[in-house]
Protein backbone atom coordinates (compact mmCIF):
# COMPACT_ATOMS: atom_id res chain seq x y z
CA UNK A 1 0.00 0.00 0.00
CA UNK A 2 1.02 3.80 -0.62
CA UNK A 3 0.53 6.42 1.51
CA UNK A 4 -1.82 8.66 1.13
CA UNK A 5 -1.88 11.03 3.72
CA UNK A 6 1.18 12.78 4.55
CA UNK A 7 4.38 13.55 3.14
CA UNK A 8 5.67 12.23 -0.29
CA UNK A 9 8.60 10.32 -0.53
CA UNK A 10 9.34 11.46 -4.27
CA UNK A 11 11.53 15.02 -3.93
CA UNK A 12 8.92 17.84 -3.59
CA UNK A 13 9.46 21.04 -5.79
CA UNK A 14 7.57 24.35 -4.33
CA UNK A 15 6.46 25.70 -7.86
CA UNK A 16 5.40 24.42 -11.41
CA UNK A 17 8.57 26.52 -12.37
CA UNK A 18 10.95 24.82 -10.10
CA UNK A 19 9.91 21.48 -11.31
CA UNK A 20 10.23 22.66 -14.99
CA UNK A 21 14.09 23.91 -14.34
CA UNK A 22 14.27 20.63 -12.19
CA UNK A 23 13.18 18.15 -15.23
CA UNK A 24 15.29 20.06 -17.96
CA UNK A 25 18.43 19.56 -15.70
CA UNK A 26 17.06 15.68 -15.21
CA UNK A 27 16.97 15.75 -19.63
CA UNK A 28 20.55 17.29 -19.85
CA UNK A 29 21.86 14.63 -17.64
CA UNK A 30 19.93 11.77 -19.81
CA UNK A 31 17.43 11.06 -17.35
CA UNK A 32 14.32 9.39 -18.06
CA UNK A 33 11.98 11.82 -16.10
CA UNK A 34 9.45 13.13 -18.70
CA UNK A 35 7.11 15.31 -17.19
CA UNK A 36 6.20 17.36 -13.86
CA UNK A 37 2.42 17.37 -12.32
CA UNK A 38 0.87 19.00 -9.30
CA UNK A 39 1.04 16.58 -6.62
CA UNK A 40 -2.56 16.11 -4.78
CA UNK A 41 -1.50 14.49 -1.61
CA UNK A 42 1.02 16.88 -0.87
CA UNK A 43 0.68 19.99 -2.67
CA UNK A 44 3.92 20.05 -4.07
CA UNK A 45 5.17 19.54 -7.63
CA UNK A 46 7.20 15.95 -9.01
CA UNK A 47 8.80 14.76 -11.47
CA UNK A 48 7.45 11.62 -13.14
CA UNK A 49 8.67 8.85 -15.92
CA UNK A 50 5.71 7.65 -16.46
CA UNK A 51 3.70 10.13 -19.28
CA UNK A 52 1.05 13.05 -17.91
CA UNK A 53 -2.53 10.47 -18.63
CA UNK A 54 -5.95 12.99 -19.12
CA UNK A 55 -7.87 12.54 -16.66
ZN1 LIG B 1 3.34 14.52 -3.26
Redesign the pocket.
Known amino acids: MEPVNGE?T?K?YESRLEARTALLLMWKKGRPERASYR?S??G?W?LTKKRRRAP
Request: net charge neutral; proline share 0%; hydrophobic share 25%.
Open positions: CKACDCAH
